[in-house]
């Protein structure tokens, strides 16, 4: 089975605080994706990456950037950390044609 | 872009069947999927549809009319662990979308004994 890993389940940071979230795949899958998540929003794409140091924009970059050193790595960095960054925040893979993605557990960031 | 529309609760009697309907508008169409999301875990693929029709596996059943930008997901002999939040997603079919998915809010289904 496909594992994709979020570092953290629970996180609390201050406003202003420059912070990273941590996905990490070990199936050598190249499309990978960052969501949050809100109530009644449903999941929204910030960026995704279809290759190694290869980046798009999603639908609500702002506030946003992500990095793409390694194949199985891709991180979510919010430069600045506002309190309407509060949300979850879950990574995804392209698992594959007829399966979609494979989620991590998510991390639940908030910004006091 | 994409435009996905589901009900946002459903309440049900454990062993009654529930439909939940999904409508979107696309600008590009590869796939619509169906995800399950229990409280505080990641949503979980449940089915797939690309061509029209009927999709069955085992209590869930998952149907897609692409002419009429429709789709549902049937849950048949309902067990308390149903309860979840179920998400309807369309898959960009747009050669530089590179796979994504634009997601539906969710329908919470509420199982009750």
């Known amino acids: 089975d496909v594992k994709v890993t979020q570092s953290s389940r629970y996180l609390v940071k201050r406003t202003g605080e420059k912070v990273f979230l941590e996905c990490v795949q070990d199936?050598?899958?190249?499309?990978m994706f960052w969501y949050r998540q809100d109530p009644g929003l449903g999941l929204r794409l910030i960026y995704f990456s279809y290759d190694v140091k290869m980046k798009e924009k999603g639908d609500i970059p702002e506030g946003y950037s992500v990095s793409r050193e390694k194949k199985e790595r891709f991180s979510l960095i919010l430069e600045s950390a506002s309190t309407n960054q509060t949300s979850m925040y879950l990574c995804a893979t392209l698992t594959g044609t007829n399966y979609g993605y494979t989620f991590g557990s998510g991390t639940r960031l908030t910004v006091v | 872009g994409q435009n996905i529309d589901q009900p946002t609760e459903m309440t049900a009697t454990e062993g009654a069947i529930v439909q939940i309907n999904c409508t979107y508008q696309?600008?590009?169409?590869?796939?619509l999927f169906w995800y399950q999301q229990h409280a505080g875990e990641a949503p979980t693929f449940l089915s797939y549809?690309?061509?029209?029709g009927l999709e069955e596996k085992g209590r869930f059943s998952s149907f897609l009319s692409r002419s009429k930008g429709y789709s549902y997901l049937l849950l048949k002999e309902l067990q308390m662990k149903d309860s979840a939040s179920y998400l309807c997603?369309?898959?960009?079919?747009?050669?530089?979308?590179?796979?994504?998915?634009?997601f539906g809010a969710g329908t919470q289904v509420v199982v009750t004994p």
């Open positions: 997603a369309v898959r960009d079919g747009r050669t530089d979308s590179w796979g994504k998915l634009q």
């Open positions: 549809n690309v061509l029209d």
């Open positions: 199936m050598d899958h190249e499309n």
């Open positions: 696309t600008s590009g169409f590869n796939g």
